[in-house]
């Protein structure tokens, strides 16, 4: 399963790979490739590392698991595919990025270009079954992603980690933020926005303060 990932990510991440967590891990995804129906497509398990390479990530949001309907996910958080219907969470990602940076509303749900300027679109669960959320947690994706997210930590400087609701806020708990710029918000789906946790955070904007400073190319939102 591991193939897919991009060759700098392998070197990375040699060690996990080698564990007997991400082996058991690989057993499950195949025999629920091969029996049920499951996003995002098998080829496109790894597509958020396939983006952002190990060497070009600069910027890290986390999700929680791909979208559970057909033709939206595509291995990227928050992402959809080209002319799939805005999920919620993704109109109010896109509505914060429109008051934030004043870019106009974009026509695409797809992400991609998010993710060749170095942004991470990370899941911690890296697939999901049809019409099931939630249904391949706790079979070893979660701590597969808490190893990426430490290697980067221990490995890199000045990464800025977007952390956008309680999920995600525990799986940044470990970071080093003393050398990285770790931004907390509420969650960008309709529940938390509409409750004053998500809109106005400028976490776009900040970012980009983030990696200028540091003499890093600022992200085309």
């Known amino acids: 399963m591991n193939k897919d990932i991009h060759p700098s990510w392998q070197i990375v991440l040699k060690d996990e790979f080698e564990k ?6 690989t057993e499950f995804i195949s025999k629920e490739y091969e029996t049920s129906i499951c996003y ?6 790894f597509a958020a590392f396939e983006a952002a390479t190990f060497y070009k990530t600069k910027v890290v949001i986390i999700g929680q698991d791909p979208y ?10 928050f992402s959809v595919n080209d002319g799939i219907t805005f999920p919620p969470s993704l109109k109010n990602i896109y509505r914060e990025l429109e008051m934030d940076v004043q870019k106009p509303y974009p026509i695409s749900g797809n ?3 998010w993710a060749d300027q170095g942004i991470l679109l990370l899941n911690a669960a890296l697939t999901v079954e049809s019409g099931n959320a939630g249904s391949h ?5 979660e701590t597969f992603t808490d190893a990426v997210i430490q290697k980067i930590s ?19 708990k470990k970071i080093d933020r003393t050398k990285h710029l770790v931004l907390e918000t509420g969650h960008p789906s309709p529940l938390s926005a509409n409750r004053g946790f998500w809109f106005g955070n400028k976490h776009f904007s900040k970012t980009n303060a983030y990696l200028k400073s540091n003499g890093l190319k600022e992200v085309n939102w």
């Open 40 to 45: 995002p497509p098998f080829k496109e398990i």
């Open 20 to 25: 007997s967590y991400f082996n058991d891990l």
């Open 111 to 113: 992400l991609r270009h």
């Open 137 to 141: 947690q706790k079979k070893g994706w």
């Open 68 to 77: 559970h309907v057909a033709g939206q996910a595509h291995g990227l958080c």
């Open 154 to 172: 221990d490995q890199k400087e000045n990464v800025v980690f977007l952390l956008w609701g309680g999920y995600a806020k525990k799986k940044g």
